[in-house]
């Protein structure tokens, strides 16, 4: 049997805005302005939003 490494997780921080649900979040967040501290954090090619809680905002 043989085992080959695991290649690691890489994990690259973009803006807002490249994330590839930014528009869909930003047409159903009740505040759009908490997308003003977002980033779009990009997991295998993937980037996705990532909205900081705060505000009338306490997460989900």
């Given at each position: 049997m043989t085992t080959s490494a695991a290649?690691?997780?890489?994990?690259?921080?973009?803006?807002?805005?490249?994330?590839?649900?930014?528009?869909?979040?930003?047409?159903?967040?009740?505040?759009?302005?908490?997308?003003?501290?977002?980033?779009?954090?990009?997991?295998?090619?993937?980037p996705l939003l990532a909205v900081p809680?705060?505000?009338?905002?306490?997460?989900?």
């Amino acid at each position: 049997m043989t085992t080959s490494a695991a290649e690691p997780l890489t994990v690259h921080l973009r803006p807002a805005t490249e994330a590839y649900d930014y528009e869909h979040y930003r047409n159903l967040l009740a505040d759009p302005s908490v997308l003003t501290d977002s980033f779009a954090v990009c997991v295998y090619r993937a980037p996705l939003l990532a909205v900081p809680v705060g505000g009338p905002r306490r997460g989900g």
